[in-house]
């Protein structure tokens, strides 16, 4: 099956977008390849106790990147697409709301983890990562260069960053076997990146002084982002609440095992997302302009993504008992069949990639929060329930089964959002409309 068969529309011939996935599929693979060797390293040299403490801060302190992020990211590319004329003012508005909202979190949540625990290492280390994610506030300068499809310097650099800082971490962990550094390391990497969007932006733009903040346009956006950031908040809870509750019901080791598992299934979450972001103005267009056009697009956008993950999940089932023999080693064999059960959420998170897109380009926005919402309320519930008998697998039974709800089954509830089900359902039908389908992406009946 030709990708040109799938994805019809004249866009995909585009020179400059077939080049922006391209660099993005290389920056991508870089950051998975990279991604997973630093994680068996840490594992192998940290043992599953300490692991499982590493992933438990990281999770704790990605709960709150929601509320940083104010759930602007691709509403402010659509204005920025709408409103080109205001621009500068867009971005300067939406990074000020974005910093002046991360210092205020990151005071007080760190100042309720210290009421709670005290001086132990769960506050201070937690809140090392709240402060430094402050600084993310900088992408929205990185929406300026996606919006010119313009994107091939900031992919240079992030890749320099990740280098640079992989080699210092695969250092790091080799002269101190502590994971306390690591997490300094990242705070620095975090500070380091993203202070260069801003840097190459100005540079771009010949910016001399930042406009003022324009409340009327942050409230234009922000009335559409305030339900996306709690659907964001709500996906990051379904995401990383089962690792806080294993924490609490069981314990670290079993983190650092469960946590492994979910390791390997979740770098293959972002390959969906390379084409999807590089096509996402054109997508906002065609939706406009051509609707009939744009469905058919759609639904050969979830046939590929279903194609993709089925194969993925198929092969990671196979070869799960060797890959977490080869990479992990013995202290962490159980993650194989944590592992065989997780993948398949796969499925589900290669659509909801696209579906989230359909979201804003068609905004929706409740209904994205409702899925969401769903979905970590399934979670946690099936958590307390599955944890206690079966431990980390229940928890990946958990996860999987949130997933298709968010993703998938809450979708049929209500009349707008019931075309994507049906897309969804005839991609995992898919074999039953093969004879049917004209590969050449002229029709299909």
């Not at 403490?53 to 509403?75: H, K």
């Not at 910016?207 to 709500?234: G, M, N, R, W």
């Not at 609440?241 to 979740?266: P, R």
């Not at 897109?357 to 919402?373: D, G, M, N, R, T």
Request: charge should be positive.
């Amino acid at each position: 099956m030709k990708l040109n068969a799938i994805f019809h529309f004249d866009v995909l011939k585009n020179r400059v977008i077939f080049t922006n996935s391209l660099l993005l599929l290389s920056e991508k693979i870089l950051l998975i390849s990279g991604g997973l060797l630093l994680s068996v390293l840490f594992a192998r040299l940290l043992g599953p106790e300490d692991f499982g403490r590493y992933n438990y801060v990281l999770s704790v302190a990605a709960l709150f990147i929601p509320i940083y992020s104010l759930g602007i990211g691709n509403i402010l590319l659509r204005e920025l697409s709408e409103q080109p004329a205001v621009a500068p003012y867009l971005l300067a508005s939406c990074f000020k709301a974005r910093f002046i909202t991360g210092v205020l979190v990151a005071i007080v949540v760190i100042t309720v983890l210290f009421y709670i625990y005290g001086y132990s290492w769960k506050p201070q280390l937690i809140g090392l990562l709240l402060f430094a994610n402050i600084f993310n506030a900088f992408e929205v300068y990185d929406k300026w260069f996606q919006h010119k499809s313009t994107i091939k310097k900031m992919v240079y650099w992030r890749s320099g960053c990740f280098i640079f800082f992989t080699l210092l971490k695969l250092l790091i962990i080799y002269w101190y076997e502590n994971y306390i550094p690591l997490l300094l390391l990242m705070s620095l990497e975090v500070l380091t990146k993203n202070s260069g969007y801003y840097l190459f932006y100005k540079k771009d733009t010949k910016e001399i002084v930042a406009p003022k903040f324009d409340k009327k346009l942050f409230l234009t956006i922000f009335s559409q982002s305030k339900y996306l950031i709690l659907s964001s908040l709500a996906s990051v809870i379904y995401l990383k609440i089962d690792i806080l509750m294993l924490e609490s019901m069981i314990d670290n080791t079993t983190v650092g095992t469960y946590s492994v598992a979910a390791k390997i299934s979740e770098v293959w979450y972002i390959l969906p997302q390379v084409v999807i972001t590089a096509l996402f103005p054109s997508l906002i267009s065609l939706a406009k302009n051509n609707n009939e056009h744009y469905l058919k697009t759609l639904q050969r956008g979830f046939d590929l993504l279903f194609i993709s993950a089925i194969i993925i999940s198929i092969l990671i089932y196979l070869f799960s008992p060797w890959l977490i023999q080869t990479l992990y080693g013995d202290d962490y064999s159980q993650a194989s069949a944590i592992l065989r059960v997780h993948i398949f959420s796969c499925i589900f998170i290669y659509m909801r990639i696209l579906l989230s897109h359909w979201f804003v380009s068609k905004k929706l926005a409740k209904f994205s929060l409702f899925s969401q919402v769903s979905g970590a309320v399934v979670n946690v519930i099936l958590n307390l329930l599955l944890i206690p008998y079966y431990g980390a697998l229940g928890a990946a039974i958990a996860t999987l089964i949130s997933y298709a709800v968010s993703a998938y089954f809450c979708l049929f509830f209500f009349k707008k959002t019931r075309v994507i089900a049906v897309m969804m359902t005839k991609s995992i039908l898919l074999i039953f409309r093969l004879h049917r389908i004209d590969f050449s992406g002229r029709s299909e009946t």
